[in-house]
């Protein structure tokens, strides 16, 4: 079935650093793609997303584009800060899981002053 | 502040007893869709309800049962509870139609089960 794999963590960088967070996917045919963020004690929030190949996302300064060629969605910020302190999630969505969200096991990220 | 809520926060259960954990969706809302996400792992999807009818379930056994209600609340139901139960459980919901982008979260309900 379709799946997502996400670099493992935890991840911990000093402020201002750049932040890549790898993730691969497997699925039939073409599915979205989306970034979710969960910080602490909240529930999950959609960061941003990918519907089709080299699409990209971006928010809040967060990017990830749509590899199919490697079938790929890394996660990119230039700059983090203390406030980007969070776990992030990897998911895929498609016609092949019917249209429900598969996660990635997430990717704890802590930004230090 | 999705608009979606939850309660109970946290929970403690022994094994073998039932729970029952419930979820208030945005107003309008007619999609509801529970995950179980243990502990250092990403969100399983457990089921979806749809006007107040399952309409769509992940790799979750019977016991794990839901309701919605038309008032936009919905529970999530386990019987006989096994020590693996312990995760936390998040609803989203939805209008039917729209995108999954639109699906909100709560915050979730800890689940322990000694």
């Known amino acids: 079935g379709d799946s997502v794999t996400q670099m493992e963590g935890p991840v911990t960088l000093s402020e201002e650093a750049f932040l890549t967070i790898n993730c691969t996917y497997t699925a039939t045919g073409y599915p979205s793609l989306f970034w979710y963020v969960q910080y602490p004690g909240e529930g999950l929030q959609l960061l941003l997303k990918a519907t089709k190949a080299d699409d990209k996302g971006s928010n809040k300064g967060f990017e990830a584009t749509y590899r199919k060629e490697t079938t790929s969605f890394h996660l990119e910020k230039g700059s983090v800060q203390v406030s980007d302190s969070a776990v992030y999630f990897c998911a895929l969505s498609g016609r092949s899981n019917d249209y429900k969200l598969s996660f990635g096991a997430g990717t704890t990220v802590t930004v230090r002053a | ?114």
């Open chain 2, 1 to 114: 502040e999705t608009g979606v809520t939850q309660s109970p926060t946290h929970l403690i259960k022994t094994r073998g007893q039932q729970v029952t954990l419930r979820c208030s969706s945005q107003s309008g809302h007619n999609t509801v869709s529970w995950y179980q996400q243990a502990l250092g792992q990403g969100p399983q999807f457990i089921f979806q309800y749809y006007r107040e009818e399952e309409n769509g379930r992940g790799n979750f056994p019977p016991r794990f049962s839901g309701l919605q209600f038309p008032n936009y609340s919905s529970e999530l139901n386990v019987n006989a509870l096994e020590l693996d139960d312990s995760a936390l459980y998040l609803c989203a919901s939805r209008l039917a139609g729209e995108v999954l982008e639109t699906q909100y979260f709560g915050p979730g309900t800890r689940l322990l089960v000694l």
